[in-house]
Each structure stands twice: as C-alpha cells, then as structure tokens.
C-alpha cells in the first residue's frame, strides 16, 4: 500500500522529469525513485513527513474519540473541549509565527515546534497507555492536546509557505493537489492498519483495545515529526535549490516572469485572499462542530448503530480514499471552469450529501428504515460528504500563494491555520455542547448553514480570481 501511495502522489511530478515511452503504461520502481530524488529537499522531506503524520492521524482520529467517550465514560462536550484546547493554543502562536517565518527563518519555528509536538506525543502515549482509566487521565490529556497546539501554531504557517517557497511557479496547484491526495491516501492506510490490529488483538472497542490503536498511532507521529526537523530555508527555490530537471536551465528572472501574479510585486488584489480565509474560516467553523463525533455516531450503542472497530474504519479509510481522489478532480476541474467555480461545485454537493446524512438519520430515529439500510445510506453520504467538502482544499491554497507575494505568504498561512486550527477546535465544543442536549442531527444542521454561507461567499471572487499558469 505504500508503494502505491508514493506512486499516485508523485506520478505527475515524475512526468515532469522524464519522458516515458510512447504508448508505456508502466512506471518501474527506479523511475519513481528516480523521480522522486529529483524533487526539492524540502519537498521530499514534505512527502515522507506527510505519510507519516496522517497514517498517525488516520489511526488515532477515531480511537481517541471513543476512548474518551466509551472508554474514559466523559460526554461528547468533553471530547469537544480537548480539540477546543488545542486550536486555542494554536491561535495563540498562529499569528506571531507567521509574522516571524517571514521577517526571519521559517526552519527554525519549524525545530522548535517539532520539540512540542515531541512532547505532546510523549504525554499522550504515559497518560493512555500507563494511567488510563484513572480519573486524572484527561487533565493529561488536556496537556497533551495543548503541546500539539502549540506545535501546531509554531509550525503551520511557516512549514506552508517553506514549502510554497520550495515549488517551481505554476506546478503549485499540482503540488498542493498530489500533497493533499498522498495527505487522504495515507490517512486511509491508517484506519486498513487499524483494522488489521483489530482482526488481530479483537474487534470491540474496549479500553485495552483503545490503548493499543492510540500508541500506535502516536509512534507514526514521533517519526513525522523526525522528519520535518531536517527542513531548510537553504533548499527554497529563492536561494537557488531548484529541481534536478529541466527547471535547472531557466533563470530567476525567466522563473519570476512566468508566475501568474508576481511575487515580488507587493501590490495584489487582497479581496480574493480575504474571501478565501473568511470561507475557511466559516467552513473551519462548521467542519469542527461535526467532524470529530463521526466516530462516535458510528459506534454508538444508545442510537443503534453500535458499529464495530473493524467496520468503522473501514468505513474512514475508504472515505479518505475517495477524498483524495475528489482532491486531484477537483483541481483537474479547476483547469477547465476556473478555480473558484470548481470549489463552488464540490462544496455545493457536499452540503447535499450533509443533509443526506440528517435525512438518513431522522428516517432510522423513527423506525421507518431498518438498521442496515441506514448504515448503507450513511456510510455512502459520510465517503461523499468528505470527498467533496475536503476537494477543494488544494485548488483554495493554491490560489492564495499564487496571488500573494512571497514575503506576506506565512502570514497568510496564518490564517489558513487560524481557520482550520483556532475555528475548526472552538466549534468542537459547540457541537459537543449541541450532540449532547438536541443530539447529532441539529450539529448536522448547524453545520449545513455554515457550509451554505461559505460556499456562496466564493461567488464575490469568481470574477476577479486569477487563472492559472499553464504547467511548464
């Protein structure tokens, strides 16, 4: 499964470097090393580092919220507060991080945010593998989602725009793609993992169970973390580094000349940023509410799905899947109608597949279909929902570091993160607060307005949005 994920990610980059035979639809494992080591230092390093970070990710995502819930006996408003906690100390860092990744080196935030993520790691492994179920096992926790914060908010915005920086101009919306889909397709080998582990130790959720899924998934994370501390502002392409392909020919001014809106030129239209961040913002907003309790509306025993660990991620790992999939589609499409029109289409079905799944469940809640049709129905609205709605990430990000220049491109990315950390966390609580007093179809609800707003804000930049450079 490795193998083929490093080969989906990095066949457009390959492409770019060696031409293959005409009419061969193969790829030999030289060729896609061979490629692979012709990429920037800083990109590869981001490759492996992403793997790494989102297999943890995809392992630990839903067993920590049912170890909290089911195993620790804590409320959904509890679980809402643990992600609530670190986007708050993300938020306090976002900002100043982001103005001192581009007033100085972006590499060193990027070390000092790898030793609280270290930290953080650390504590979670001794509070759910030593303590639990000890009743002070969550103020560990609550320590521990504080590091991740931390290292969050130190990291995110420079770690963006290091990597921004280390891309030829006009390959970024491919880059940002082909990353977001490596991003999915390891996430989805996270939960197949976890489902192995289940087969093998039990498939239940009990706490034993629980505390080996989050350790394992925690080991994955310490060796992300390992990985990106080799990062360098050395390798950006402004200090020479450029690729071992034909880009190594052309010089900087030639480079500089092709980039759809220049990015010395300090003098760029800030609407379309601005609309950008505030739609993360409200998505951000919105995605937070729900997007934890997934895994606990799957297994939850009192409304009648009571699913298993083995059929639940199944069900997140195939979801993961189709999302980076939608991903590479969406910025496909974007080549065809534009950027803003194509996060329009993907966003917009979302919304439908989000209140598919409300539908679904008000239907099951009042007996008229059966238990297996509405897991059918469910699972099918869940793998859409997160396809599309997660689709149009890339093209979005891509379209930001395209306008702005390269000196504010951190700071920018401080409020991306400040949209998916500081928002995306404070709503858990709410929608803890919402799952817990009127149930999961009113934070599905919630959710669907905000997803709605958002979307038809993109409408205010259709016009006024940059195409993109053809690929060089």
Request: glycine share 8%; hydrophobic share 50%; net charge neutral.
């Amino acid at each position: 499964m490795s193998e083929l994920s490093i080969c989906a990610c990095l066949i457009y980059n390959i492409n770019e470097v060696h031409t293959m035979r005409k009419g061969s639809t193969t790829v030999s494992i030289y060729e896609i090393m061979k490629g692979y080591i012709s990429l920037n230092w800083n990109v590869r390093l981001a490759y492996i580092q992403t793997i790494a970070q989102s297999v943890s990710f995809g392992i630990i995502q839903t067993a920590f919220s049912i170890f909290i819930t089911q195993g620790l006996g804590h409320s959904e408003f509890t679980l809402g507060n643990l992600f609530t906690v670190s986007g708050v100390a993300s938020t306090l860092f976002v900002f100043p991080s982001g103005w001192f990744a581009d007033k100085y080196r972006r590499d060193i935030l990027i070390r000092i945010s790898v030793l609280f993520g270290l930290l953080g790691q650390a504590i979670l492994i001794y509070s759910t593998l030593i303590i639990a179920p000890a009743t002070n096992t969550i103020d560990y926790l609550f320590i521990s989602q504080i590091c991740g914060g931390l290292g969050f908010g130190l990291s995110g915005p420079a770690s963006q725009a290091l990597l921004a920086d280390s891309i030829e101009p006009g390959h970024r919306s491919k880059t940002f793609a082909n990353m977001h889909f490596i991003n999915l397709l390891a996430a989805a080998l996270g939960p197949f993992l976890a489902a192995g582990l289940t087969i093998l130790i039990g498939d239940s959720w009990e706490l034993n169970i629980l505390q080996v899924l989050i350790v394992s998934g925690a080991i994955f994370s310490v060796f992300a973390y390992g990985v990106i501390f080799f990062v360098s502002d050395k390798y950006s392409l402004e200090n020479g580094h450029l690729p071992n392909s034909a880009e190594k020919s052309k010089t900087k001014e030639q480079i500089d000349h092709e980039i759809p809106i220049s990015s010395n030129n300090k003098s760029y239209d800030m609407f379309v940023p601005v609309i950008l961040v505030v739609s993360g913002v409200i998505i951000g907003f919105g995605a937070g509410a729900t997007v934890a309790f997934f895994p606990v509306l799957f297994a939850d025993p009192e409304i009648g799905y009571n699913l298993s660990p083995l059929l639940t991620y199944s069900i997140v790992g195939v979801g993961s899947v189709f999302t980076g999939l939608a991903g590479l589609g969406a910025q496909r499409l974007s080549r065809r109608i534009g950027r803003v029109l194509s996060m329009f289409i993907v966003q917009l079905l979302a919304i439908i597949c989000l209140l598919g799944i409300v539908t679904n469940l008000y239907l099951f809640q009042n007996s008229l279909i059966d238990v297996s049709l509405s897991v059918m129905i469910l699972a099918v609205f869940y793998i859409s929902r997160n396809a599309l709605m997660n689709a149009s990430g890339p093209v979005s990000r891509s379209l930001i570091m395209d306008i702005v220049p390269t000196s504010s491109r951190a700071k920018w990315n401080s409020m991306e993160t400040l949209a998916w950390g500081m928002f995306w966390s404070v709503s858990a609580s709410i929608g803890g607060w919402v799952v817990v007093e009127f149930g999961f179809t009113y934070v599905f609800l919630f959710t669907a307005t905000l997803y709605t707003i958002a979307t038809f804000l993109l409408l205010a930049i259709k016009n006024r949005a940059p195409s993109e450079a053809k690929d060089l």
